[in-house]
Nanobody, 125 residues
Framework: VQLQASGGGLVRTGGSLRLSCAASGSTSSIVATGWYRQAPGKQRELVARITSISSEGNTNYADSVKGRFTIFRDNAKNTVYLQMNGLKPEDTAVYYC?????????????????WGKGTQVTVSS
């Protein structure tokens, strides 16, 4: 599985950005896709996650972005998006796309995480 993340940039407080995560390869075995972020000096944290099980997917969000960020996917394009509205300076970070990959081989389940290259999001005050 390969993940291509894009869409970062510089925006002012209150602005919007949309991040994209395009997956290629064995995408049918991806059970969930998430966006994480890492600010300087801080640990990487989950921002939002969407499952692949249902037609639209189940979603969950970090408390800090609820009501401002929306994760959704376009199955035809194998792409997951993160729409970020009402951006704040504390949203400044490198954002990473993650795919939770599961495969069953000879009755044994295997899991693996795939990561895309980060995309920088900078929110100026």
């Amino acid at each position: 599985v390969q993940l291509q993340a894009s869409g970062g940039g510089l925006v002012r407080t209150g602005g919007s950005l949309r991040l994209s995560c395009a997956a290629s390869g064995s995408t049918s075995s991806i059970v969930a896709t998430g966006w994480y972020r890492q600010a300087p000096g801080k640990q990487r944290e989950l921002v939002a996650r969407i499952t692949s099980i249902s037609s639209e997917g189940n979603t969950n969000y970090a408390d800090s972005v609820k009501g401002r960020f929306t994760i959704f996917r376009d199955n035809a394009k194998n792409t997951v998006y993160l729409q970020m509205n009402g951006l704040k300076p504390e949203d400044t970070a490198v954002y990473y796309c993650n795919a939770d990959y599961r495969e069953v081989v000879a009755g044994t389940s295997y899991g693996m995480d795939y990561w895309g290259k980060g995309t920088q999001v900078t929110v100026s005050s």
